[in-house]
């Protein structure tokens, strides 16, 4: 299995799986244009892709999910609730319902989503494996509990947010009500909060290499992010601590700009990204 950041933050996401000639998106948060020149930078035609998995549908995750669906005859594959969120548009394009919690087979992939708290319709993280390979995501998510800690263990590789930083939020250049909302049970994680769940993740087998993702862009930087999370952990006890990889928000179509992670190796760091969210 390999996997491919395409853009991770608040000014869009998405994630492409791929397992041999089969690949899936999970989320599509960037314009129809930009998707469409990334996975040719990858080598993946838009046939090949089997599905355009939702998180929930906010349009940094589904700005081009339904126009690239309508286009190559891809499905749009969610629950019930973020389907009718997408308005009158989803009923232009083929989609395909997955009940939170349930396991659905989409070509080579094993698909499960569980719910997470976010303030969306009904939002989820997902478990793909393909392969033998697991990986789980979850991106979008104000607090956690014992849930999220089962359906993100055991993975080989999570992609979990780390979105802003405690000290940073305060004088970041949000209205307050926002600063409430990001920082609220609904709204996003954390560096600590999220060194917090993965020190629950990592009491049941760490995993070798954690992505943190949707960094905020004026609250956190890729160094405080890898900071935050690390020391965390090293406060919680946790001797092996995995791989941390701070996520660009945007990859770029050009040789080796495009965050990529294969199973069994390590990340590969595009020597040509700096992260930057304009």
Do not use: K
């Amino acid at each position: 299995m390999l996997v491919a950041s395409l853009a991770s933050g608040s000014a869009g996401n998405a994630l492409l799986v791929q397992a041999g000639d089969e690949a899936l998106l999970v989320d599509a948060g960037i314009s129809l244009r930009s998707l469409e020149r990334l996975l040719a930078a990858r080598g993946v035609a838009p046939a090949q892709v089997r599905a355009v998995l939702l998180t929930h549908e906010h349009d940094d995750h589904a700005l081009s999910a339904v126009a690239f669906a309508r286009r190559y005859g891809v499905p749009v594959v969610a629950n019930a609730p973020t389907l009718a969120a997408l308005g009158d548009t989803a009923t232009t394009a083929p989609v395909a319902a997955l009940p939170v919690g349930e396991r659905g087979a989409i070509g080579a992939f094993s698909v499960e989503s569980f719910r997470v708290p976010h303030d969306a319709a009904d939002p989820v993280g997902y478990r793909v494996q393909a392969a033998g390979v697991t990986i789980a995501v979850a991106v979008d998510l104000g607090s956690w509990d014992a849930t999220t800690v089962a359906a993100l263990s055991a993975a080989d590789l999570i992609v979990i947010e780390a979105n802003h930083d405690r000290e940073l939020l305060p004088s970041a250049p949000y209205p307050p009500a926002v600063r409430r909302r990001i920082s609220g049970p609904r709204g996003h994680l954390d560096n600590t909060q999220c060194g917090q769940l993965l020190a629950q993740i990592v009491a049941t087998g760490a995993p070798s290499d954690v992505w943190l993702a949707h960094l905020s862009r004026h609250a956190n930087t890729p160094q405080a992010a890898v900071a935050g999370v690390g020391r965390t952990l090293r406060q919680a006890g946790v001797q092996r601590i995995p791989r941390l990889h701070p996520l660009p928000a945007r990859a770029q179509p050009i040789a080796g700009g495009i965050p990529i992670w294969r199973a069994g190796e390590r990340w590969q760091q595009p020597h040509l990204f700096a992260f930057d969210e304009s």
